[in-house]
């Protein structure tokens, strides 16, 4: 297994009365109440937590990135993702992921990825992902066309990847009259590309064709298994068998030397009253166009108050009777995760750890706990089920490289 | 007199264009609001006194089928164009409403001698003043941006009253197609404004003096950019004008598109 220390790093040091005040703590809840200052001493004591999290045995750290909200700090993910290249010497450098209908750019997009595989002597795990709502109308880009520029600059940087330059792009969204950058990617055949979700069935479906690992962020475990069942259905179709190296999965822990420690903490994973990317409008977070034309009939009665939540409005205490969220002693955390894993077999694990205002003692000790001793104990427990990562499983990187599929075997007899 | 309306279904540009029709006399074209149009209104029933009046859905709004590659109002504009060619009419005028305004000047802008009358009525399609902005229906919900349109909430319940699901989701389809051909600059062009100036038919600039959505200053650059065009501001009255104000805007159109 493949385990991963995350944190949305939360920019905590705001009035967070401002944003119940205001409404919303997304996309239009004013930046005057950032303070550089505290971003400051946020993102260095962040960087320091990563390395720690090596140094007590991640196997990898996972990135991401949000714009206009206090609940994440990260505005590039390649600029952390190039730091911990740097400073890093062992981890995976997972970034789950680049928003990618958010370039105008996908060439410097592969580029910069590139100088990230090679400064960090091939350690890039590069996902990617379609970006909420709210960071198609942050940046400006026209959410109607989200999966149609998802699609293009995916291919776009496969092929930058891949295909020795100078060529030609002349794409419905991406025009480019000489890909031929001068960095390319160190991992071969490229670097591994997984894909982060939660709910969209048509990038389960294109992630299993594509035969990317699908990384379900904090789903319900029910939940998780349909998502299995789809890719599996989808990659069956395409001449695979799916295993654990195909699926990953995102869950909320927190750990310290008593359960009642860890318990006021991890009530910060409800900070942004419960909403994982903040309090905001639900059409900043689907405006039209973006979600899939089957969903716009429940999402027009959701958004205007007609119908409840799909996601629903979980209290705290629920979400820990239903395992969608973990906290407590490494003992107690490690027995949960247990049940867990061999209900959602995943091959790759992200614990996203700290969130919210933790303070800095608590956040470092959680990483010791978490990483030197919850985490070689899920590996273990792992291994015994035979949860594979895509190294161990040595699978390909993508469908295209693959030398088991159905239709392949039939054709050779 | 009660009209009686025709829908029909044309194919234009690859696509299933849906068409209302009723009344007789000569020609207008009516297009309709960025939020698509209900079937009936008074302000339609008005015009087919005098009028043979034609109302598209535009493509990918209401009834009428998406064009997968359609991205501009002027796309928008050509196939109106191309409709009236098939319908064979002429001496056309054309009324605007809102985003359907935009259409109908990039419609007078290429085909400058094509029309007998312009009617603009809270057009989008030009940039406001410096500091003013065409309202972003993108952040606000479904239903709170048509109400921002009405000066007085109670125009807004006698059209859509509490709003039927089927509504909302109509105006959703609307918003999506409103993002696919108007996103960025927001439901303006550079350009447009640069090419008005040939347009021979006479025009006529009508704005509520409560317009939350596009301000009264494009309406302004409309005026300065066509030449001889009149202006007339609507009291009591926001951006749906057609159905917030019926019988003050139809009297101004009817007059205008009657005078000889």
Same mark, same amino acid.
């Given at each position: 297994?493949?385990?991963?220390?995350?944190?949305?790093?939360?920019?905590?040091?705001?009035?967070?009365?401002?944003?119940?005040?205001?409404?919303?703590?997304?996309?239009?809840?004013?930046?005057?109440?950032?303070?550089?200052?505290?971003?400051?001493?946020?993102?260095?004591?962040?960087?320091?937590?990563?390395?720690?999290?090596?140094?007590?045995?991640?196997?990898?750290?996972?990135?991401?990135?949000?714009?206009?909200?206090?609940?994440?700090?990260?505005?590039?993910?390649?600029?952390?993702?190039?730091?911990?290249?740097?400073?890093?010497?062992?981890?995976?450098?997972?970034?789950?992921?680049?928003?990618?209908?958010?370039?105008?750019?996908?060439?410097?997009?592969?580029?910069?990825?590139?100088?990230?595989?090679?400064?960090?002597?091939?350690?890039?795990?590069?996902?990617?992902?379609?970006?909420?709502?709210?960071?198609?109308?942050?940046?400006?880009?026209?959410?109607?066309?989200?999966?149609?520029?998802?699609?293009?600059?995916?291919?776009?940087?496969?092929?930058?990847?891949?295909?020795?330059?100078?060529?030609?792009?002349?794409?419905?969204?991406?025009?480019?009259?000489?890909?031929?950058?001068?960095?390319?990617?160190?991992?071969?055949?490229?670097?591994?590309?997984?894909?982060?979700?939660?709910?969209?069935?048509?990038?389960?479906?294109?992630?299993?064709?594509?035969?990317?690992?699908?990384?379900?962020?904090?789903?319900?475990i029910e939940?998780?298994?349909?998502?299995?069942?789809?890719?599996?259905?989808?990659?069956?179709?395409?001449?695979?068998?799916?295993?654990?190296?195909?699926?990953?999965?995102?869950?909320?822990?927190?750990?310290?030397?008593?359960?009642?420690?860890?318990?006021?903490?991890?009530?910060?994973?409800m900070?942004?009253?419960?909403e994982?990317?903040?309090?905001?409008?639900?059409?900043?977070?689907?405006?039209?166009?973006?979600?899939?034309?089957?969903?716009?009939?429940?999402?027009?009665?959701?958004?205007?108050?007609?119908?409840?939540?799909?996601?629903?409005?979980?209290?705290?205490?629920?979400?820990?009777?239903?395992?969608?969220?973990?906290?407590?002693?490494?003992?107690?955390?490690?027995?949960?995760l247990?049940?867990?894993?061999?209900?959602?077999?995943?091959?790759?694990?992200?614990?996203?750890?700290n969130?919210?205002?933790?303070?800095?003692?608590?956040?470092r000790?959680?990483?010791?706990?978490?990483?030197?001793?919850?985490?070689?104990?899920?590996?273990?427990?792992?291994?015994?089920?035979?949860?594979?990562?895509?190294w161990?499983a040595?699978?390909?990187?993508?469908?295209?490289?693959?030398?088991?599929?159905?239709?392949?075997?039939?054709?050779?007899? | 007199?009660?009209?009686?309306?025709?829908?029909?279904?044309?194919?234009?540009?690859?696509?299933?264009?849906?068409l209302?029709?009723?009344?007789?006399?000569?020609?207008?074209?009516?297009?309709?609001?960025?939020?698509?149009?209900?079937?009936?209104?008074?302000?339609?029933?008005?015009l087919?006194?005098?009028?043979?009046?034609?109302?598209?859905?535009?493509p990918?709004?209401?009834?009428?089928?998406?064009?997968?590659?359609?991205?501009?109002?002027?796309?928008?504009?050509?196939?109106?164009?191309?409709?009236?060619?098939?319908?064979?009419?002429?001496?056309?005028?054309?009324?605007?409403?809102?985003?359907?305004?935009?259409?109908?000047a990039?419609?007078?802008?290429?085909?400058?001698?094509?029309?007998?009358?312009l009617?603009?009525v809270?057009?989008?399609?030009?940039?406001?003043?410096?500091?003013?902005?065409?309202?972003?229906?993108?952040?606000?919900?479904?239903?709170?941006?048509?109400?921002?349109?009405?000066?007085?909430?109670?125009?807004?319940?006698?059209?859509?009253?509490?709003?039927?699901?089927?509504?909302?989701?109509?105006w959703?389809?609307?918003?999506?197609?409103s993002?696919?051909?108007?996103?960025?600059?927001?439901?303006?062009?550079?350009?447009?404004?640069?090419? =008005?100036?040939?347009? %021979? +038919?006479? &025009?006529?600039?009508v704005? #509520?003096?409560?317009?939350?959505i *596009? @301000? =009264?200053?494009?309406? %302004? +650059?409309? &005026?300065?950019?066509?030449? #001889?065009?009149?202006?007339?501001? *609507? @009291?009591?009255?926001?951006?749906? +004008?057609?159905?917030?104000k019926?019988?003050?805007?139809?009297?101004?159109?009817?007059?205008?598109?009657?005078?000889?």
């Amino acid at each position: 297994m493949h385990m991963m220390y995350f944190t949305e790093q939360p920019m905590s040091a705001y009035d967070a009365q401002a944003g119940l005040d205001y409404g919303a703590t997304a996309l239009t809840f004013s930046n005057s109440h950032f303070d550089p200052n505290e971003g400051s001493r946020l993102y260095n004591e962040y960087l320091e937590e990563y390395i720690m999290a090596e140094e007590y045995g991640a196997d990898g750290i996972m990135l991401n990135e949000h714009h206009n909200a206090p609940f994440c700090m990260q505005a590039r993910t390649n600029m952390f993702a190039s730091i911990l290249a740097a400073v890093t010497k062992r981890v995976k450098i997972v970034i789950l992921g680049n928003p990618l209908p958010l370039t105008e750019n996908p060439v410097q997009l592969a580029e910069e990825l590139a100088m990230i595989d090679m400064i960090s002597k091939g350690r890039l795990v590069s996902g990617f992902v379609r970006g909420g709502g709210q960071e198609q109308l942050a940046n400006g880009v026209n959410p109607a066309f989200n999966r149609e520029r998802f699609m293009e600059a995916h291919d776009l940087v496969q092929k930058t990847w891949t295909q020795p330059g100078p060529f030609r792009w002349e794409g419905t969204h991406y025009q480019q009259r000489v890909v031929n950058p001068w960095a390319i990617p160190m991992q071969k055949p490229y670097p591994r590309v997984w894909i982060p979700g939660v709910l969209s069935k048509e990038t389960v479906i294109w992630t299993a064709q594509q035969r990317y690992p699908y990384i379900a962020l904090n789903t319900s475990i029910e939940a998780t298994k349909q998502i299995h069942e789809t890719y599996d259905k989808a990659a069956a179709e395409v001449g695979y068998t799916a295993g654990p190296e195909n699926f990953g999965y995102l869950i909320r822990v927190h750990v310290q030397d008593t359960e009642e420690k860890a318990m006021e903490n991890a009530r910060q994973f409800m900070w942004m009253q419960g909403e994982f990317t903040g309090l905001a409008n639900p059409v900043w977070a689907n405006p039209a166009g973006y979600f899939s034309p089957s969903g716009r009939r429940a999402f027009v009665e959701f958004s205007t108050g007609r119908a409840k939540n799909p996601r629903g409005n979980p209290t705290f205490e629920q979400q820990v009777a239903d395992t969608m969220i973990i906290a407590g002693t490494p003992d107690q955390v490690i027995e949960r995760l247990k049940y867990l894993v061999r209900e959602t077999r995943p091959g790759i694990m992200g614990i996203w750890a700290n969130d919210g205002n933790v303070s800095k003692e608590d956040r470092r000790r959680c990483i010791q706990l978490l990483c030197g001793e919850v985490m070689p104990a899920i590996k273990e427990y792992g291994a015994t089920l035979g949860l594979n990562d895509p190294w161990e499983a040595n699978a390909p990187v993508h469908l295209r490289y693959s030398t088991d599929l159905a239709s392949q075997k039939v054709a050779a007899e | 007199m009660s009209i009686v309306w025709t829908d029909t279904v044309k194919q234009i540009a690859g696509v299933e264009l849906h068409l209302t029709r009723g009344g007789s006399g000569p020609a207008v074209l009516v297009l309709h609001h960025d939020i698509g149009s209900v079937d009936r209104l008074p302000f339609y029933d008005a015009l087919a006194e005098k009028f043979d009046v034609l109302i598209p859905h535009h493509p990918g709004w209401g009834k009428s089928q998406r064009p997968q590659w359609l991205r501009s109002p002027r796309d928008i504009a050509a196939i109106y164009a191309w409709l009236l060619a098939d319908l064979e009419v002429s001496g056309v005028s054309l009324i605007g409403l809102g985003f359907g305004g935009w259409i109908a000047a990039e419609m007078a802008s290429l085909a400058p001698r094509d029309y007998t009358a312009l009617v603009l009525v809270g057009a989008a399609g030009i940039k406001p003043d410096e500091g003013e902005y065409i309202a972003d229906q993108a952040i606000v919900s479904y239903i709170d941006y048509p109400k921002s349109g009405f000066h007085d909430e109670a125009a807004f319940a006698r059209i859509y009253g509490g709003v039927s699901t089927d509504q909302l989701e109509a105006w959703d389809i609307a918003r999506e197609m409103s993002f696919r051909t108007a996103w960025k600059p927001y439901m303006y062009s550079q350009t447009l404004p640069h090419l =008005l100036g040939g347009v %021979r +038919a006479p &025009a006529l600039i009508v704005w #509520g003096d409560d317009d939350r959505i *596009v @301000p =009264l200053s494009a309406g %302004r +650059a409309y &005026a300065r950019a066509l030449p #001889g065009a009149a202006m007339t501001v *609507v @009291p009591d009255c926001g951006h749906f +004008a057609e159905m917030e104000k019926p019988d003050a805007l139809a009297k101004l159109a009817i007059d205008f598109l009657s005078r000889k």
